[in-house]
C-alpha cells in the first residue's frame, strides 16, 4: 500500500513537473516575455551630398558652390545589441543599439582626389514596434517593423590635410560639425528558435538619415571660412545575431 501511495506522488510531482515545462514552452515569445539579442551589424550607407558651397568669407556672404563636388560616407561593422518586450504574443517593442562605430566620409567628383576627407562616430539608437507573424509557438517567426531614430554625431573631425591646405591655404585649419536629426525607421528580419530560449535571427533595417555639414575654417591670417553641405546618409543595416528570451 504503501509503494502504491509512492508510485501516486511520483507520478503526481512528474506531472507537476511537466506541466512547469509545457508551461515555459508556451511562454517563449509570448506576451510578457523579454529577448536580448546581439551579433554582428553591418552598416552599408546610400550615401550622397550636396556640392560643398562657401557660405560666408570673413563675416561676409558669399554662396560660392564648388562645382562638382560631393562626398558619401562609407561602409562599416560593428556590435549589434536588440532588446524586445512582447506585449502581446504578436506585438513587440524593441530597442535597436550598437557599439560606437567609425564612419568615414569620402569626396567624390572634385574633391575624389582627396579619397577620405574626415570621420565621425554616429550614435543611431532607435525604438521599433514590431508586428511578429505565425504562432508564438513556431519555430520561424518572420517580423516588420516601424519605429523612430534619433541620430547625434560625435568625433567630427576632418583629417585630410592636403584638402585643408588647398581650402584655406597654408596655416590653416578647420573644424566640422554634423547636425542631429530625428529620423522614421523600417525593419524586415525574423527569428529561428533552436531551443525554448535560444534563437538565431537576421534583420534588415533602412534609416533615411539627413544631417547638414558645417565646416568652420580658418586661414593663417585669422580669415574665417564658412562652408556647407546636405548629406543623405540613408543606412542599409543589416543585423545577424543569437537572442535569448527570458
Known sequence: MRNDRRTIRCAGLAVCICSAA??????????????????????????SATPLTVESVGGMTVNQQLPGSGAHATPTDTLGITTEYYVT?????????????????????????????????????????????????????????????????????TTNSQFVTDSLGPG????????????????????????NHWSVGASVGYVPVKTHLTLDGTTANGTQIVSRSTIRINPVNVFLNVAYTF
Open 89 to 157: 504574443d504578436h506585438i513587440g517593442v524593441a530597442t535597436l543599439i550598437g557599439l560606437p562605430l567609425t564612419v568615414n566620409l569620402d569626396g567624390d567628383g572634385a574633391l575624389a582626389k582627396y579619397g577620405t576627407l574626415g570621420s565621425t562616430r554616429p550614435m543611431p539608437p532607435a525604438i521599433v514596434l514590431r508586428y511578429h507573424l505565425l504562432d508564438a509557438q513556431s519555430k520561424f517567426r518572420p517580423f516588420v517593423g516601424v519605429g523612430v531614430n534619433y541620430t547625434w554625431f560625435t568625433q567630427v573631425r
Open 22 to 47: 509545457l508551461a515555459v514552452t508556451a511562454n517563449a515569445q509570448t506576451a510578457g516575455s523579454f529577448t536580448v539579442a546581439t551579433g554582428w551589424l553591418h552598416v552599408a550607407p546610400q550615401s
Open 172 to 195: 590653416g585649419s578647420a573644424h566640422a560639425s554634423l547636425s542631429s536629426s530625428w529620423n522614421p525607421v523600417f525593419e524586415l528580419g525574423a527569428y529561428y528558435a533552436i531551443s
